[in-house]
Protein backbone atom coordinates (compact mmCIF):
# COMPACT_ATOMS: atom_id res chain seq x y z
CA UNK A 1 0.00 0.00 0.00
CA UNK A 2 1.85 3.52 -1.28
CA UNK A 3 1.40 6.27 1.20
CA UNK A 4 1.45 9.78 1.16
CA UNK A 5 2.17 12.40 4.27
CA UNK A 6 1.47 16.02 3.21
CA UNK A 7 2.70 18.96 5.82
CA UNK A 8 6.50 18.25 6.87
CA UNK A 9 6.25 20.00 10.36
CA UNK A 10 6.04 18.53 13.32
CA UNK A 11 3.86 16.06 12.75
CA UNK A 12 4.14 14.64 9.50
CA UNK A 13 8.05 14.55 9.75
CA UNK A 14 7.31 12.63 12.89
CA UNK A 15 4.68 10.48 11.48
CA UNK A 16 7.42 9.62 8.79
CA UNK A 17 10.21 9.01 11.10
CA UNK A 18 7.99 6.25 13.04
CA UNK A 19 7.41 4.90 9.38
CA UNK A 20 11.09 4.63 8.54
CA UNK A 21 12.15 2.68 11.64
CA UNK A 22 9.92 -0.11 10.01
CA UNK A 23 11.48 -0.23 6.73
CA UNK A 24 8.01 1.15 5.26
CA UNK A 25 7.93 4.06 2.42
CA UNK A 26 6.01 7.07 2.36
CA UNK A 27 6.26 10.20 -0.21
CA UNK A 28 6.19 13.17 1.86
CA UNK A 29 5.29 16.63 0.62
CA UNK A 30 4.68 20.23 1.91
CA UNK A 31 4.15 23.82 0.32
CA UNK A 32 7.24 24.93 -0.40
CA UNK A 33 7.97 21.90 -2.81
CA UNK A 34 10.02 18.73 -2.75
CA UNK A 35 13.17 20.81 -3.44
CA UNK A 36 12.71 21.88 0.42
CA UNK A 37 12.36 18.60 2.24
CA UNK A 38 16.12 17.37 0.99
CA UNK A 39 17.85 17.54 4.54
CA UNK A 40 14.19 15.89 6.18
CA UNK A 41 14.59 13.21 3.59
CA UNK A 42 18.76 12.74 4.30
CA UNK A 43 18.06 12.92 7.74
CA UNK A 44 15.38 10.11 8.05
CA UNK A 45 16.36 7.45 5.33
CA UNK A 46 15.60 6.52 2.14
CA UNK A 47 12.34 4.65 2.33
CA UNK A 48 11.20 8.14 2.64
CA UNK A 49 10.96 10.63 -0.37
CA UNK A 50 10.14 14.25 -0.98
CA UNK A 51 7.03 14.76 -3.62
CA UNK A 52 4.74 17.13 -4.67
CA UNK A 53 1.57 17.81 -3.23
CA UNK A 54 -0.39 15.84 -5.75
CA UNK A 55 1.98 13.20 -5.59
CA UNK A 56 1.60 12.38 -1.79
CA UNK A 57 -2.04 12.94 -2.76
CA UNK A 58 -2.28 9.99 -5.13
CA UNK A 59 -1.07 7.51 -2.35
CA UNK A 60 -3.74 4.79 -1.54
CA UNK A 61 -3.34 6.05 1.65
CA UNK A 62 -2.98 10.09 2.57
CA UNK A 63 -2.07 11.27 6.08
CA UNK A 64 -2.88 15.02 6.08
CA UNK A 65 -0.88 16.58 8.51
CA UNK A 66 -1.43 20.20 7.29
CA UNK A 67 -2.26 23.42 10.04
CA UNK A 68 -6.35 23.74 9.77
CA UNK A 69 -6.42 27.04 8.75
CA UNK A 70 -4.42 25.64 5.34
CA UNK A 71 -7.09 22.45 4.93
CA UNK A 72 -9.97 24.33 2.58
CA UNK A 73 -7.49 26.15 0.60
CA UNK A 74 -5.18 22.70 0.69
CA UNK A 75 -8.28 19.96 -0.71
CA UNK A 76 -9.70 22.19 -2.46
CA UNK A 77 -6.60 21.87 -5.49
CA UNK A 78 -6.29 17.34 -4.70
CA UNK A 79 -7.71 14.75 -7.15
CA UNK A 80 -10.59 12.78 -6.23
CA UNK A 81 -10.31 10.33 -3.94
CA UNK A 82 -12.44 7.36 -5.22
CA UNK A 83 -13.13 5.70 -2.12
CA UNK A 84 -8.74 5.72 -0.95
CA UNK A 85 -7.87 6.26 3.35
CA UNK A 86 -7.61 9.77 4.01
CA UNK A 87 -6.09 9.98 7.63
CA UNK A 88 -7.47 13.47 9.31
CA UNK A 89 -4.16 13.92 11.57
CA UNK A 90 -5.34 17.56 11.98
CA UNK A 91 -6.68 19.54 14.98
CA UNK A 92 -8.48 22.70 14.43
CA UNK A 93 -6.04 25.15 16.66
CA UNK A 94 -4.17 28.17 15.48
CA UNK A 95 -0.25 28.26 17.10
CA UNK A 96 0.53 31.31 18.29
CA UNK A 97 3.53 32.98 17.24
CA UNK A 98 6.31 33.73 20.27
CA UNK A 99 6.16 37.07 21.89
CA UNK A 100 3.18 38.24 20.33
CA UNK A 101 0.52 39.59 22.17
CA UNK A 102 -2.28 37.06 21.58
CA UNK A 103 0.03 35.00 24.01
CA UNK A 104 -1.29 37.32 26.69
CA UNK A 105 -4.45 37.10 25.75
CA UNK A 106 -6.44 37.40 28.69
CA UNK A 107 -9.14 35.98 27.43
CA UNK A 108 -7.85 32.59 25.70
CA UNK A 109 -7.28 29.84 28.58
CA UNK A 110 -4.73 27.82 25.87
CA UNK A 111 -2.74 31.20 25.47
CA UNK A 112 -0.01 29.71 28.04
CA UNK A 113 0.23 26.47 25.72
CA UNK A 114 0.79 28.61 22.26
CA UNK A 115 -2.55 27.67 21.15
CA UNK A 116 -5.93 29.32 20.65
CA UNK A 117 -9.23 27.08 19.34
CA UNK A 118 -10.47 27.84 16.57
CA UNK A 119 -14.67 28.33 16.29
CA UNK A 120 -16.36 25.46 14.35
CA UNK A 121 -19.69 26.74 15.17
CA UNK A 122 -20.54 24.09 17.46
CA UNK A 123 -18.92 21.43 14.93
CA UNK A 124 -16.35 18.71 15.46
CA UNK A 125 -13.33 19.17 12.96
CA UNK A 126 -13.78 15.80 11.84
CA UNK A 127 -17.36 16.06 10.48
CA UNK A 128 -15.43 19.58 8.77
CA UNK A 129 -12.64 17.54 7.61
CA UNK A 130 -15.08 14.98 5.97
CA UNK A 131 -16.94 17.57 4.43
CA UNK A 132 -13.82 18.88 2.31
CA UNK A 133 -12.72 15.15 1.73
CA UNK A 134 -15.62 13.96 -0.21
CA UNK A 135 -15.64 10.54 -1.67
CA UNK A 136 -13.07 9.13 0.67
CA UNK A 137 -12.72 7.10 3.51
CA UNK A 138 -11.79 9.40 6.44
CA UNK A 139 -9.76 7.99 9.95
CA UNK A 140 -8.91 10.24 12.35
CA UNK A 141 -6.01 9.66 14.18
CA UNK A 142 -2.56 10.87 14.95
CA UNK A 143 -3.47 13.69 16.46
CA UNK A 144 -4.31 13.33 20.17
CA UNK A 145 -0.39 13.54 21.45
CA UNK A 146 2.76 15.82 21.19
CA UNK A 147 4.12 15.21 17.65
CA UNK A 148 7.28 14.62 19.08
CA UNK A 149 6.91 11.54 21.09
CA UNK A 150 5.24 10.20 18.07
CA UNK A 151 8.65 8.72 16.48
CA UNK A 152 8.66 6.37 19.46
CA UNK A 153 5.92 4.22 19.28
CA UNK A 154 7.59 1.70 21.77
CA UNK A 155 8.63 3.11 24.79
CA UNK A 156 9.18 2.15 28.68
CA UNK A 157 8.61 -1.57 27.72
CA UNK A 158 5.58 -1.32 25.94
CA UNK A 159 3.49 0.74 22.86
CA UNK A 160 2.14 3.93 22.71
CA UNK A 161 -1.23 4.36 22.53
CA UNK A 162 -3.02 5.87 19.26
CA UNK A 163 -6.88 6.29 19.35
CA UNK A 164 -8.52 6.16 15.62
CA UNK A 165 -11.98 6.81 14.63
CA UNK A 166 -13.58 6.06 11.10
CA UNK A 167 -17.07 5.33 9.28
CA UNK A 168 -15.93 3.03 6.84
CA UNK A 169 -14.57 -0.49 8.69
CA UNK A 170 -12.57 -1.59 6.06
CA UNK A 171 -10.88 1.26 6.08
CA UNK A 172 -10.54 1.64 10.06
CA UNK A 173 -9.21 -2.11 9.48
CA UNK A 174 -6.47 -1.28 7.52
CA UNK A 175 -5.13 1.80 9.25
CA UNK A 176 -5.30 -0.72 12.43
CA UNK A 177 -2.77 -3.02 10.62
CA UNK A 178 -0.81 0.27 9.88
CA UNK A 179 -0.49 1.58 13.25
CA UNK A 180 0.25 -2.14 14.86
CA UNK A 181 3.31 -2.23 12.02
CA UNK A 182 4.68 0.95 13.01
CA UNK A 183 4.98 -0.28 16.68
CA UNK A 184 1.59 1.85 18.50
CA UNK A 185 -1.17 0.32 20.19
CA UNK A 186 -4.44 1.29 18.21
CA UNK A 187 -7.48 1.80 20.23
CA UNK A 188 -10.59 2.01 18.05
CA UNK A 189 -12.83 4.92 19.24
CA UNK A 190 -16.26 4.11 17.13
CA UNK A 191 -17.06 6.70 14.31
CA UNK A 192 -15.88 10.01 13.35
CA UNK A 193 -18.81 11.67 15.44
CA UNK A 194 -18.07 9.80 18.29
CA UNK A 195 -14.80 9.10 18.52
CA UNK A 196 -13.56 12.46 16.56
CA UNK A 197 -14.34 14.74 19.27
CA UNK A 198 -13.14 12.66 22.04
CA UNK A 199 -9.40 12.24 20.73
CA UNK A 200 -9.84 16.29 19.51
CA UNK A 201 -7.53 18.87 20.69
CA UNK A 202 -7.68 21.11 22.55
CA UNK A 203 -10.67 20.06 24.63
CA UNK A 204 -11.54 16.28 23.74
CA UNK A 205 -11.53 14.11 26.70
CA UNK A 206 -9.09 11.96 25.50
CA UNK A 207 -6.72 14.77 24.09
CA UNK A 208 -3.03 14.27 24.83
CA UNK A 209 -3.29 11.37 26.96
CA UNK A 210 0.06 9.21 27.00
CA UNK A 211 -0.94 6.61 27.15
CA UNK A 212 1.48 3.24 27.16
CA UNK A 213 0.33 -0.76 26.74
CA UNK A 214 2.73 -2.55 28.79
N1 LIG B 1 2.63 19.84 16.55
C1 LIG B 1 1.97 18.93 17.24
O1 LIG B 1 2.40 18.52 18.35
C2 LIG B 1 0.71 18.33 16.70
C3 LIG B 1 0.19 17.19 17.32
C4 LIG B 1 -0.99 16.63 16.84
C5 LIG B 1 -1.64 17.21 15.75
N2 LIG B 1 -1.11 18.32 15.17
C6 LIG B 1 -1.83 18.90 14.03
O2 LIG B 1 -1.08 18.61 12.85
C7 LIG B 1 -1.23 19.66 11.90
C8 LIG B 1 0.15 20.17 11.52
O3 LIG B 1 0.77 20.67 12.69
P1 LIG B 1 2.35 20.86 12.75
O4 LIG B 1 2.66 21.14 14.17
O5 LIG B 1 3.03 19.74 12.05
O6 LIG B 1 2.51 22.20 11.92
P2 LIG B 1 3.86 22.79 11.29
O7 LIG B 1 5.04 22.30 12.01
O8 LIG B 1 3.62 24.25 11.17
O9 LIG B 1 3.89 22.15 9.82
C9 LIG B 1 2.85 22.41 8.91
C10 LIG B 1 3.17 21.72 7.60
O10 LIG B 1 2.04 21.90 6.75
C11 LIG B 1 2.50 22.36 5.47
N3 LIG B 1 1.47 23.16 4.84
C12 LIG B 1 0.93 24.33 5.26
N4 LIG B 1 0.02 24.76 4.38
C13 LIG B 1 -0.03 23.84 3.39
C14 LIG B 1 -0.76 23.70 2.19
N5 LIG B 1 -1.68 24.62 1.83
N6 LIG B 1 -0.52 22.64 1.40
C15 LIG B 1 0.39 21.70 1.76
N7 LIG B 1 1.12 21.76 2.88
C16 LIG B 1 0.91 22.82 3.69
C17 LIG B 1 3.73 23.17 5.79
O11 LIG B 1 4.51 23.30 4.60
P3 LIG B 1 5.92 24.09 4.60
O12 LIG B 1 6.86 23.18 5.32
O13 LIG B 1 6.22 24.22 3.16
O14 LIG B 1 5.65 25.39 5.30
C18 LIG B 1 4.37 22.31 6.87
O15 LIG B 1 5.13 21.27 6.30
C19 LIG B 1 -2.13 20.71 12.57
O16 LIG B 1 -3.45 20.52 12.17
C20 LIG B 1 -1.95 20.41 14.05
O17 LIG B 1 -3.06 20.86 14.83
C21 LIG B 1 0.05 18.88 15.60
Do not use: C
Not at 34 to 62: C, F, H, M, R, Y
Not at 143 to 150: K, R
Request: aromatic letters at 6%.
Amino acid sequence: MKIGIIGSGALGSNIARAIAKKGLSALIANKSGPASLSNLVKEIGPSITAATIQEAASADLVIIAVPWEALEELTSQLPTWNNRIVIDATNPVLFLAPNSPERQDATNPLAAYGIKAIDLGGRHSSSLFRDLTPGARVVKTFNHLDANVLSEPQISGGQRTLFFAGDDVSAKAEVRKLLEVIGYFPVDLGALDVGGPLMELPFGALAMNNFIKI
